[in-house]
């Protein structure tokens, strides 16, 4: 199912972000994935939001028209590392 956003990287950002999307209906919570490798913060969106939540960065790349990097700036390298190959797959 392709997604409209997926947000890659769930923390207290990325929820405030999601939060006002969802609140002005600007997409759906089953047109967003977001991905992140805590635990916590995959079942925040899950079950709070609403929003399927996976730990892979790649797989929400893969199944998404827009990407919203939301990770501290240390950690963008290692979140981005896996997308390219998923973006490449991608036929639009």
Known sequence: MPYELAILGAGNMAEAIAR?????SIFRSDQIIAADPVEVRRDLFSKQLGIKSVIDNAEAARDAKVLLLSTK????????????A???????
């Open 73 to 84: 700036p240390y950690q963008m390298k290692d979140a981005l590392a896996p997308v390219g």
């Open 20 to 24: 006002g999307v969802l609140s002005k």
């Open 86 to 92: 998923a973006m490449s797959e991608r036929r639009w």
